[in-house]
């Protein structure tokens, strides 16, 4: 029970990696706030957390992109949680393509929820860690955000920006001890992986040196790992969690 006495925010939770992130954060004590875009969502995947793990798990419906939404995610969770202690960065979008064929909105709406989303949401809670002067925050970056990728030069474009952004607020919010990290997945075995062709994802694998794509609980298991006492001496830091690809 690492998380015992904590309480947790979490974007873009209904499935994949932050599902399973959140997930693990209930069963191993905290109570939670959960987001997706579809307040449904939200509350499907709140009810599975909530009694499987038998924590309080809290879901809303926000735009991360929208300021004035995640503001009042941020505060309406605060209220629900009493505080906020843990922040993960998950949310995100991809809208592919070829740069010479990009559009200016494919651009923009990457760019949106994906990094501006993350500035939101981060703003808002650690007015609430300063209080308190304790705060972890894990945010969801990528490999192609560190090494690009071709045709995903707007998705790079957010998560190399989320790089950034988390370096300058681990430097800004250190004494206050709030920690700012970053988790790089690699591929990842979720529904934004499972539209590609089989073929597609063969290769892939075989251009991993542990010859597999990622689980979600893979990387929650790296972002529980950021968030726990065990490191309590690092922040700023970008893990890389790929399995060898970018090797």
Known sequence: MRFENKTAIVTGASRGIGFETARQLALQGANLAICATKLETAQAAAQKIAEESGRSVFPFQANVADTTEAAAFVAQAAEKLGKIDLLVNNAGVTRDGLLIKMSEQAWDDVLAINLKGVFNITKAAVAH???????????????VGVHGNAGQANYAASK?????FTKSIAKELASRNIHANVVAPGYVDTDMTAALKDDVKKSLQEAIPLKRTA?????????????????????????EVDGGLSL
């Open 160 to 164: 190399a920006g989320i790089v950034g």
């Open 129 to 143: 860690m300063m209080k308190a002067r304790f705060g972890r925050i894990v945010s969801i970056a990528s490999i």
């Open 215 to 239: 689980c979600p609980i893979d990387i929650a298991n790296a972002v529980l790992f950021l968030l726990s006492d065990e490191a309590d001496y690092i922040t700023g830091q970008t893990l």
